[in-house]
C-alpha cells in the first residue's frame, strides 16, 4: 500500500479536478441524531464515551431497522441539564418529519422503536415543529470535515442557534463543508459561512440552493443527479415544485419522471463506475473510482 500524506486534503482535491457534487448524497431516509457533546473518536458511536458499549448496541439496532445513527452536538459543547436530547427524523420527499425528546438515561437509546422510524412511522416522541441544520465537524474522521465545517457551524450558529448542530460523518469528507437540512433530507456541499447563510434563510422561503445542493437523501444518487439536472434546466428552485412520480432503471441508465406545476418531465440518466481509483477521502486506505452521471436527455412528455 502507498504511503498517503498527512498533509493531503480531499475537499481541495476534489475541487482542483472540478469533481460535480450533485447526485453524491447518502441515500438515507431514517435518522437517529443523538445529542453526545464528545469527544466523538474516528468511529463515533463506537468510539463516544458512551457506557457499557452502548454505541454498538445502538449501531446494530439502527443497521436491522435501516436507520442512519448519527452524533450531534451544539456548537458551544452545551447539553442539557435534563439528559440527552434525541431526534428521529423521517426525510420523505414530500411530506418529511422530526420527533425529539430528553433521555434521562443513555439507556433509554434501547428501548426506542427503530423499526417504526425505519419503516416511516412515528417511533413515539415528541412532534418537533423546526429544521436542523446539521453540520458535519468531525475532524477526526476527516480533516476537511473539522477544518471547513467549524467555521460554517459558528457562522450557523450566530444566526440561527436553536436549528444549528455539529454532525458526526455523513458521507461525502471530499465535499466539505458538508451541511445536512433535517428532516427534508437536503445535502449540500462545498458550503462556506456566507453560503450557508443563504441556504438557510432560502430553505425558510422554500427554497433550494442549486449551486451546493448534492441531492436529496430519499432518492437514488441517479435521482438526485437527475432532479438537480431539470430544475438547473427549468431555473426552478422552489422545493415543493418539483416532485418524482416514478423511476426505472435499465443497466446503467435511469429514467426519472418528475411533475413540475401541471408538466411533466422524463430525464435519463447514465451513471458509470468511473475510470482511474482516486484517494477521496483525507483517510482513506485505498484508492476508488468516483462514479459519474451523464445526463443524457430531458423531455417533457405532458
Not at 451541511?179 to 441556504?199: Q, W
Not at 430544475?231 to 422552489?238: A, C, H
Not at 411533475?259 to 468511473?274: E, F
Amino acid at each position: 500500500m502507498t504511503a498517503r500524506d498527512p498533509a493531503f486534503r480531499c475537499s481541495v482535491a476534489s475541487g482542483l479536478r472540478n469533481e460535480s457534487a450533485a447526485g453524491t448524497a447518502s441515500t438515507v431516509r431514517s435518522f437517529l441524531l443523538i445529542e453526545h457533546a464528545g469527544p466523538w473518536g474516528v468511529d463515533a458511536l463506537r468510539d463516544a464515551r458512551l457506557p457499557d458499549g452502548l454505541g454498538d448496541a445502538v449501531l446494530r439496532s439502527a443497521r436491522t431497522a435501516r436507520v442512519r445513527p448519527l452524533l450531534v452536538r451544539r456548537p458551544d459543547r452545551g447539553t442539557h441539564a435534563e439528559g440527552m436530547r434525541v431526534f428521529a427524523a423521517f426525510a420523505h420527499p414530500s411530506r418529511p418529519w422530526v420527533e425529539t425528546t430528553v433521555l434521562s438515561d443513555p439507556h433509554d437509546l434501547l428501548e426506542l422503536d427503530l423499526a417504526a422510524l425505519g419503516a416511516g412511522r412515528s417511533p413515539g416522541l415528541t412532534a418537533y415543529d423546526g429544521t436542523l441544520l446539521c453540520v458535519c465537524t468531525h475532524g477526526r474522521h476527516d480533516a476537511c470535515c473539522a477544518e471547513r465545517g467549524r467555521p460554517v457551524v459558528r457562522a450557523l450558529a450566530a444566526a440561527h442557534p436553536e436549528a444549528t448542530w455539529e454532525v458526526s460523518h455523513i458521507g461525502g469528507d471530499r465535499f466539505a463543508g458538508n451541511l445536512l437540512v433535517l428532516p427534508d433530507g437536503l445535502y449540500y456541499g462545498r458550503v462556506e459561512p456566507v453560503s450557508a447563510l443563504a441556504i438557510a434563510d432560502g430553505h425558510t422561503a422554500g427554497q433550494l440552493d442549486l449551486d451546493h445542493l448534492r441531492g436529496r437523501s430519499s432518492y437514488a444518487m441517479p435521482v438526485q443527479f437527475a432532479e438537480i439536472a431539470l430544475r438547473r434546466q427549468l431555473g426552478e428552485t422552489r422545493d415543493d415544485a418539483v416532485r418524482l412520480v416514478s423511476r426505472r432503471v435499465d443497466d446503467d441508465v435511469t429514467d426519472a419522471v418528475f411533475t413540475v406545476g401541471r408538466g411533466q418531465w422524463t430525464v435519463q440518466v447514465r451513471t458509470s463506475p468511473g475510470d482511474d481509483p482516486l484517494q477521496l477521502t483525507c483517510r482513506a486506505a485505498r484508492d476508488n473510482p468516483i462514479p459519474q452521471h451523464e445526463l443524457l436527455t430531458v423531455t417533457r412528455t405532458s
